[in-house]
Nanobody
Framework: QVQLVETGGGSVQTGGSLRLSCEVS????????MGWFRQSPGKEREGVATISRGDLTAYAASAKGRFTITQDSAKRNVYLQMNNLKPEDAAIYYC????????????????????WGQGTQVAVSS
């Protein structure tokens, strides 16, 4: 069992920055791959940035060069640093986890993720 709690959402102007945090509580010895996803009204949930147990990362094309996903060494917190935010980045952002092996590469497919946080809202005004 894994519980995820996101914080750090808010409202910024175009070009601004936000740092999202995800606190990870595990009640299992299994390792997990982590990811940040987002969903806006009328759109499918999108994998923004994901990270493997070995700290390999994968980003959506729209996020490359602007967003950075990291996790602390104890794997208790996962972060998403978002810079140069645009109005199209506005969405509810979710932290997610899936059991994975050490060698499993990062994946942005939300169907593969088993555990989800409640989400945090990001608004970007022009």
């Amino acid at each position: 069992q894994v519980q995820l709690v996101e914080t750090g959402g808010g409202s910024v102007q175009t070009g601004g920055s936000l740092r999202l945090s995800c606190e990870v509580s595990r009640y299992t010895n299994s390792g997990h791959c982590m990811g940040w996803f987002r969903q806006s009204p009328g759109k499918e949930r999108e994998g923004v940035a994901t990270i493997s147990r070995g700290d390999l990362t994968a980003y959506a094309a729209s996020a490359k060069g602007r967003f950075t996903i990291t996790q602390d060494s104890a794997k208790r917190n996962v972060y998403l640093q978002m810079n140069n935010l645009k109005p199209e980045d506005a969405a509810i952002y979710y932290c997610a986890a899936k059991p994975c092996a050490w060698s499993t590469p990062p994946s942005r497919d939300p169907v593969l993720y088993k555990y989800w946080g409640q989400g945090t809202q990001v608004a970007v005004s022009s």
